[in-house]
């Protein structure tokens, strides 16, 4: 993702050791007191009782990963950040610090160590919970005051609480500079909160702090180089809903229905309709259920179950598209529209959102990894062929790179047998090795761009013995 030509990152990465920096000495005038004079307050003194809440609940994470982005399934470890929420050591940090975690580790600032175990994640607003493994009788945990982000203000001061760098624990002071930021392809269900406080990789996870000493967002994301110091969280409303979801039911079930949506004052598109209220529907997705109801492009959306809606910005979009995510699966929801003029009303009943990403698998000797073909994680390759599997990652040098497979080749077939699953794949593998002194190779029919192709794949050579 780019942002004015830099790129922003998902903030979770590496090891060294800990600081706290704060480097203001000015005071801040307050509201006026009860006596009516102006109260001065030492801005150090502010920050200090705020650091001085917050900071015995903010959480190191350590994690062992398996990744199989090169081609082969292979472990490392990661760094992150998170807060305590609950006095029974529930923490709250992001999706990508625990993403494909088979080992979670977390330190606390009074140097005590607990393993951990993810309780549930969510990709679409990058947030997780995480149970910290308690000994009997381990007296009760410190945790953070969750306050509010719906008052903020650009300008109101936050701190940003971690373990940048893999740094054991650190703080950062700046303001909020913008309290309703769109970032295109990562804001589905959730405008983030910007700020200048400094957030570099390994924050991720971490509390954005008020004043008060109040957790008002979950530190997620920054710009990778340059820029200054340009960092993103998630509004603790957001985090606030999806970990109470995740803590009851082990998961974040957001409910689907098909709606593409588009502000009434697009000026991305250059597309600016006359009306105030409603939002636009750009287009529905195939066989969702939105379009099962007869909900066309160019339908003006104005209430939802006979609340009003409206979108006037690609700001407000994620807020609108959160309340249908929110929306009872399985019940039917009224939508009142617009269309050329005259009110339609239709229902439509949505479905679970399910797997916003496909599942995995490493094939060794064949020297690729594959993948799942998920409609919201692979949207193009869905496109292509709705159920199917494709190949994730191609391992350099090894019997697929050198075979001329590629990464994104869609598998539809092994030695003429029809691949739609991870399991047809995983099959054909094992048979393959069983056989690999009498049949070396395998003949895959793979999807690319649109184009059937024949690749014969010779597995002779054992590349990891080399």
């Known amino acids: 993702m780019s942002c004015s030509g830099r790129f922003l990152f998902p903030r979770g990465a590496l090891a060294v050791a800990g600081s706290v920096s704060l480097f203001l000495s000015f005071s801040l005038r307050a509201r006026p007191a009860e006596n009516g004079a102006l109260a001065q307050l030492d801005f ?62 977390c330190l606390l600032q009074d140097g005590r160590a607990f393993n951990a175990r993810v309780v ?24 953070a005051a969750l306050g509010s982000s719906t008052g903020l203000s650009e300008g109101d001061f936050v701190m940003a609480m971690g373990a940048p760098f893999g740094l054991a624990r650190s703080v950062s002071i700046g303001i909020i500079s913008c309290t309703k930021r769109y970032l295109p392809s990562a804001s589905e269900y959730s405008a983030w ?52 979801q995740i803590r009851t039911l082990g998961r974040m079930d957001w409910s689907w229905t098909g709606l593409q949506l588009q502000p009434l004052k697009d000026f991305d598109r250059n597309i600016y309709f006359p009306e105030s209220e409603g939002v636009m529907v750009a287009e529905t997705d195939p066989e969702s259920p939105a379009r099962r109801a007869g909900v066309q492009h160019g339908d003006r959306l104005v209430k939802l179950n006979g609340e009003k809606i409206t979108g006037l910005t690609q700001e407000d979009i994620p807020a609108v ?30 479905r679970a959102k399910g797997q916003t990403e496909g599942d995995q698998l490493d094939c060794p000797r064949w020297d690729f990894t594959a993948k799942a073909i998920n409609q919201f994680d692979t949207p193009d390759l869905f496109f292509q062929r709705s159920q199917g599997v494709f190949v994730f990652g191609v ?43 009498s049949k070396p190779r395998v003949v895959l029919s793979v999807l690319r761009n649109g184009e059937v192709r024949q690749i014969v794949l010779n597995f002779a050579r054992e590349h990891e013995k080399e």
């Open 193 to 244: 909160l910007q700020t200048d406080a400094s957030i570099s990789p390994g924050n991720s996870g971490g509390p954005l702090v008020n004043t008060h000493g109040e957790v008002i967002g979950i530190n997620t994301r920054g710009i990778a180089y340059g820029g200054g110091d340009t960092g993103f969280a998630v509004p603790i409303e957001v985090a606030r809903e999806v970990s109470g």
């Open 120 to 143: 549930g994640a969510d990709k679409d607003v990058d947030i997780s919970v995480l149970q910290l493994e308690l000994p009997a009788g381990t007296s009760p945990l410190p945790f």
């Open 395 to 437: 391992k350099y040098p090894g019997n697929a790179a050198r075979s001329g497979l590629m990464q994104r080749d869609i598998i539809t077939r092994v030695d003429q047998k029809e691949v739609n699953t991870l399991d047809d794949v995983k099959a054909a593998h094992v048979a393959a090795l069983a056989n690999v002194q």
């Open 44 to 105: 150090r003194q502010v920050v200090k009782e705020a650091k001085e809440k917050v900071f015995p609940t903010v959480v190191f994470i350590k994690c062992v990963r398996a990744g199989m982005e090169g081609g082969e399934k292979k472990t490392q470890s990661v760094a992150g950040s998170g807060v305590l929420i609950s006095a029974k050591g529930e923490v709250l940090s992001n999706w990508h610090v625990v993403e494909r975690a088979i080992e979670v580790r």
């Open 321 to 350: 598209n959160r309340r249908l995510g929110l929306l009872p699966k399985d019940k039917p929801a009224k939508i009142e529209l617009v269309r050329q003029g005259k009110p339609v009303t239709v229902e439509f009943t949505p």
